[in-house]
């Protein structure tokens, strides 16, 4: 059984170290000016991962942060991985060969499901998925459009092409320290075979213990991104990883 891993976020805008709540870009908070010294915070209180998101990249469709990426990678020794904008086979090779283990692809995998199946036969599991979900539909183009697609269902399609991670975020708990959408999460686990990676809404302690007792039953959570709760001071990392 894999160990359920909490994955600290920095998501970078214009160079800073943001949140944005429900993923709206009118809603931001500056947390810091230097994404190197938040890198260094979390690995100090006991990261094992970090997750990186490029917010300007995922709103206009190319990398915007890959000089604050390439300082963060320059400056921590854990495994990094990357979202935002990577909707190219020449971008994902891009960014994993500047060191990032793992790429997210976002909205390309709802347009052009054939490009993850190529990427995936090309670089393996250093390759996931993110699935935004707004009220049960994925959203994309960082969470300003909602298609078509029912969560679940395009869960189960990007899981057929072999994808090992999907990172699953319910846009309307993402920042709004509520609690996870614990339903949803579920049933996403239930739905697919692959690893899954739980995003958005954790304000307490007991947020991911709930989570851990989703894993308990469904062993492919695999782990949680915390955002605004960590950089709030509402809950500590080493609290969570107790």
């Known amino acids: 059984m894999k160990l359920f891993q909490i994955y600290p976020a920095i998501d970078l805008r214009g160079g800073k170290v943001v949140r944005l709540q429900q993923g709206r870009a009118?809603?931001?908070t500056v947390y810091s000016d230097d994404p190197v010294a938040v890198a260094k915070r979390w690995v100090g209180d006991g990261a094992q991962w970090l997750h990186v998101v490029d917010l300007d990249g995922a709103f206009?469709?190319?990398?915007?942060?890959?000089?604050?990426?390439?300082?963060i990678l320059g400056?921590?020794?854990?495994?990094?991985?990357?979202?935002?904008?990577?909707?190219?086979?020449?971008?994902a090779a891009a960014a994993l060969a500047m060191g990032v283990t793992r790429v997210v692809v976002g909205t390309k995998a709802c347009?052009?499901?054939?490009?993850?199946?190529a990427l995936v036969t090309e670089f393996g599991n250093r390759i996931a998925v993110g699935i935004d979900a707004r009220d049960g539909f994925v959203a994309v183009k960082g969470w300003v459009e909602k298609t078509?697609?029912?969560?679940?269902?395009f869960s189960q399609r990007i899981d057929q092409l072999g994808v090992e991670t999907i990172i699953f975020t319910d846009v309307s708990t993402d920042g709004m320290l509520q609690g996870p959408n614990i339903a949803a999460v579920s049933a996403v686990c239930a739905a697919v075979?692959?690893?899954?990676?739980?995003?958005?809404?954790?304000?307490?302690v007991e947020d991911?213990?709930?989570?851990?007792?989703?894993?308990?039953?469904?062993?492919?959570?695999?782990?949680?991104?915390?955002?605004?709760?960590?950089?709030?001071?509402?809950?500590?990392?080493?609290g969570l990883q107790g």
């Open 26 to 28: 009118d809603a931001e």
């Open 60 to 71: 206009e469709g190319v990398p915007r942060n890959w000089d604050s990426v390439r300082a």
């Open 75 to 91: 400056a921590v020794r854990i495994p990094v991985q990357l979202g935002g904008g990577l909707r190219t086979r020449e971008q």
């Open 111 to 117: 347009e052009s499901p054939e490009l993850v199946g």
């Open 148 to 153: 078509k697609w029912p969560s679940v269902e």
């Open 193 to 204: 075979q692959c690893d899954v990676i739980a995003s958005g809404g954790v304000s307490q």
């Open 208 to 238: 991911v213990r709930r989570l851990q007792a989703v894993s308990a039953e469904r062993p492919n959570l695999v782990g949680v991104i915390v955002g605004k709760a960590l950089y709030d001071g509402r809950v500590t990392l080493r």
